[in-house]
Nanobody, 116 residues
Framework: VQLQAFGGGLVQAGESLRLSCTTS??????ASWHRQAPGKQRELVAS???????DYTDSVKGRFTISRDNARETLYLQMNNLKTEDTAVYYC?????????????WGQGTLVTVSS
């Protein structure tokens, strides 16, 4: 059971990116995006429940939006008005349902670089 994250890249400050995270699992339960900047610990950026309740770390509130497409088993992170301090490797994490069991799984990470 795997998660595949993609959509990272190099952008200038103020621009936008959308990250996606897909799986071949039967369904995604609770899910989240995390990031790890160079020399820093991994931090939770945004989370979403099965019922689409969302939560964000303070530094991205009003700029980032987490969402999900249950039909496509895909998780998204829309990032607007990016700042240089958003530069990090972004990871998705989710509780995946497969064969009647739940597996907490991490995606492989996708690099977001924001230049000034």
């Amino acid at each position: 059971v795997q998660l595949q994250a993609f959509g990272g890249g190099l952008v200038q400050a103020g621009e936008s990116l959308r990250l996606s995270c897909t799986t071949s699992a039967d369904s995604i339960n609770a899910a989240s995006w995390h990031r790890q900047a160079p020399g820093k610990q991994r931090e939770l950026v945004a989370s979403i429940t099965t019922g689409c309740t969302t939560d964000y770390t303070d530094s991205v509130k009003g700029r980032f939006t987490i969402s999900r497409d249950n039909a496509r088993e895909t998780l998204y992170l829309q990032m607007n008005n990016l700042k240089t301090e958003d530069t990090a490797v972004y990871y998705c994490n989710a509780d995946l349902r497969m064969f009647g069991k739940t597996y907490n799984t991490w995606g492989q990470g996708t690099l977001v670089t924001v230049s000034s």
